[in-house]
């Protein structure tokens, strides 16, 4: 064959066969320098200038399938092009095609910008491997959700898989067989925010190595040093005095103590200190003899016949009591009226849906509650409670009953003196 004919045959594309699994094409360099080497160069049009968009060269690895006449398949695809030509700003895209459900899809692309992993959205997952766990680090397209250490740590997961699962509507599961999720900040302040449509809800915090939880400027702190929790501010730092505990419709109902509470007594915080005038001996001598026994509505509806009975007074009567005597019981802190009102919202029960962000909720009603009539909207219901404070109110029928028997005595005395 001539040398003429060779070229010829070259250019006209080369096709290497063996019979065996032995490399078709070896190439191996002498240099022992360090440059690199060897090295395959693949060109596309070197005498014209480069445009963006030309194919710099493409690597296809087939194989057949099995097709009653067997088809020659495209089963691996290394793309190169040219994604910007200009000089000294020069970019280049190269995308790796797999064979994925009988089409071409992107698995890994390249670009100037980004790296892009299934740019073709195929329902398949990116696992990475650590030493000894097989799902460091997992994306689950199908689940849209990426996992670290865990396969599953969503909602009813078992503890065995122990890991943080952060899916796509914003959802982040935590789950641990036996360990903690440590939060860590070298200075006071909040630590974890709570959000709702953008605007901060509540978080907790940290403020002199103890723990708050607060919701704006009302919040709660746990002091372990000197065992007690306190009221606190947005900061954690002290809130006195403004706090309280339950509200007039949404009550504790029993409160477990080794000793009663202690109320502030200090005559330096006090003015206008007075005996009781003859009004308010009338009206205590009155409530004196209003005290029943009684059972709770609710509770005898909960428990029926072995609802306990209670001892106390009707705030009505206390109210009808006062106002005989001539006194305006709303002057008075041991009778109290707390009005709100009241929108309730039927909610159907509501299915699980992890992947939107949406977990299994019952059918209830949602009770809203506004403290003020204008800030009710049109529709709400009034209510009105009255109640008393016992520790008051006793101590207002004992002040009485002492000046009563003080004013006794000295009558009997005046008596037995004559």
Known sequence: MSRAQEIADLLA???????????QITLTSTD????????????????????????????????????????????FQLFTEIADASDGTEDARQIHYVMTGGSQRSRIEHNATETVINEDSVDVDFRVEGATNANLLTVDAGDEAVRINTTAAGPGASNT??????????????????????????????QLFFNQSGNLAGGIGIASSEVF?????????????????????????????????????????????TNGTIQTSDENEKQNIASLTSAEMTAAKAISALFKTYKWKDK??????????????????????????????????????????????????????????VLADVAR??????????????????????????????????????????????????????
Request: proline letters at 3%; charged letters at 25%; a negative charge.
């Open 13 to 23: 594309g080369v096709t290497i066969t063996t019979a065996d699994n032995n490399p």
């Open 32 to 75: 022992t320098d360090a440059g690199h080497g060897p090295r395959l160069n693949m060109v596309r049009n070197p005498s014209e200038a480069g445009a963006d968009g030309d194919n710099l060269g493409q690597i296809f690895i087939q194989g057949y399938n099995d097709a009653g006449t067997p088809e020659l398949i495209d089963y």
């Open 161 to 190: 898989n122990a890991g943080i699962e952060l899916r796509e509507a914003g959802l982040v599961f935590f789950s641990s067989a036996s360990g903690y999720v440590n939060i860590n900040r070298n200075a006071d302040g909040t």
């Open 213 to 257: 939880f607060r919701s704006g400027e009302t919040a709660l702190l746990f002091d372990d040093t000197a065992n007690f929790i306190r009221p606190a501010d947005g900061a954690g730092g002290a809130r006195d005095n403004i706090i309280d505990l339950g509200e007039t419709n949404n009550r504790f109902d029993d409160i477990f103590a």
């Open 300 to 357: 005898v509806a909960e428990k029926g016949d072995s609802a306990r009975i209670h001892t106390g007074v009707v705030a009505q009567e206390v109210q009808t009591a006062m106002t005989n005597a001539g006194l305006d019981p709303t002057k008075y802190a041991f009778w109290c009226s707390n009005t709100w009102w009241e929108t309730s919202t039927e909610v159907a029960a509501v299915e699980e849906d992890i992947k939107n962000g």
């Open 365 to 418: 009603t949602n009770i809203t509650t506004y403290h003020t009539e204008d800030a009710a909207p049109e529709g709400a219901t009034k209510h009105t409670r009255l109640g008393v404070r016992y520790p008051e109110l006793l101590a207002f029928i004992g002040a009485a009953t002492e000046q009563r028997l003080a004013d006794i005595e000295t009558r009997l005395a005046a008596l037995e003196a004559d």
